[in-house]
């Protein structure tokens, strides 16, 4: 909604917006246009997700929580890949330059350290020890 509403020059997302955006939403995945996982919108045929930079959103737009944990985990895995080993601690940066963000805030810090370790309980990285390594 947030995004929808910044590309329209809306600054405030009252109820008659939000209940518009529901609706036009609720009427795109009827309709087949996209299809919706959890609290995100997809293409009906991206069976994978590609990494985008948010680098040019607008700061209110601009947060971790509104990426979808499987673009997430795909940041993550492509990370881990990169290195032969590496702690997770380090692996927050650079997953989050992955995402266009300069710098981490301890929130952010929170926020992928979390994404890390449900990546290491799906089995989309391991954990060896106190390293995350790729699942081979």
Known sequence: ARRI????????IG???RYTINA???YAENAGLIKRKGDFLWEPSMT???IRDRG????????LQFIASEEMNLAIKKVVEGS???QPDAAVPLVAK?????RVTEDMRGHVLGVIDESVVSGVVVKD???LKANQ
């Not at 509403?5 to 405030?12: E, M």
């Not at 040019?56 to 947060?63: N, V």
């Open 5 to 12: 509403a910044d590309a329209n020059g809306v600054t405030k």
């Open 98 to 102: 992955m995402f266009g963000f300069a």
């Open 129 to 131: 020890g106190e390293f």
């Open 84 to 86: 032969i080993a590496i």
């Open 48 to 50: 994978v997700p590609y």
């Open 15 to 17: 109820s008659r917006i």
């Open 56 to 63: 040019g959103l607008s700061p209110s737009s601009k947060k």
């Open 24 to 26: 036009a939403t609720d």
